[in-house]
């Protein structure tokens, strides 16, 4: 075995391990906003694990850029996603977001 | 059998619960059990590109990262107020 195939796959096995947990921790949390810190690692951690895996393997190819091209999609695409979700619970929860009369520029109204 | 089939294998365990999450708790909860499925969907689909040595089949993976993050926004705004 090659120590490139070992780096393949130490890397894929840290995708996987990692994608697996992230799994666990979304399944073990109690709401919404505890759940999706978890979407965070396999997002960020793993697509960038495996696509480095398949940059190693595959070299500079047509498969090794596309590979880096999806997990730069996951990694720029999942932090838009989280936030709008946990706004949509936060709304859920306690209504649209308005800012408080007396807070408001010029002061309370007459 | 190499690695790259082991791993998807491995992978695909991780939809097990996601899948539980979808099936359980306030509907927030639910999707943010799809969007982690869509996630490890395009991990699935990005492995089993390279175990099956295909440079096309990367585009599969590409199109669901981009299609579950629009599916995503779209579910966001609709439980925001109307669901």
Redesign the interface.
């Known amino acids: 075995m090659s120590p490139v195939d070992l780096a393949?796959?130490a890397l894929?096995?840290v995708?996987?391990v990692v994608?697996?947990f992230?799994?666990?921790g979304?399944?073990v949390m109690r709401?919404?906003h505890d759940?999706?810190h978890?979407?965070a690692p396999?997002?960020a951690i793993?697509?960038v694990a495996?696509?480095a895996?398949?940059l190693l393997?595959?070299r500079v190819?047509?498969?090794g850029v596309?590979?880096l091209?999806?997990a730069l999609?996951?990694l720029v695409?999942?932090p838009?996603?989280s936030h709008?979700?946990a706004?949509?619970?936060r709304?859920?929860k306690f209504g649209?977001w308005t800012v408080r009369e007396d807070l408001q520029e010029g002061g309370p109204r007459p | 059998m190499n690695?790259?089939t082991l791993?998807a294998l491995?992978?695909l365990?991780?939809?097990?619960?996601?899948g539980?999450?979808c099936l359980r708790g306030?509907?927030?909860?639910r999707?943010?059990?799809l969007?982690?499925a869509g996630?490890?969907d395009?991990?699935v689909l990005?492995?089993l590109?390279?175990a099956y040595d295909r440079?096309i089949y990367?585009?599969l993976?590409?199109a669901l990262?981009?299609l579950s993050?629009a599916g995503?926004?779209v579910f966001?705004?609709f439980?925001?107020?109307w669901i």
């Open positions: 393949v796959a894929l096995l995708g996987v994608t697996l992230s799994c666990l979304v399944l709401d919404a759940r999706l978890y979407t396999a997002t793993a697509p495996i696509a895996a398949v393997e595959e190819s047509a498969a596309k590979a091209l999806v999609a996951l695409t999942n838009v996603l709008a979700t706004r949509a619970a709304i859920r649209e | 690695e790259w791993a491995a992978l365990a991780g939809l097990v619960p996601c539980i999450v306030s509907p927030v909860d999707l943010v059990g969007e982690m996630t490890v395009t991990l990005l492995v590109a390279q440079a990367f585009d993976a590409l990262a981009l993050f995503g926004l966001a705004r439980l925001e107020r």
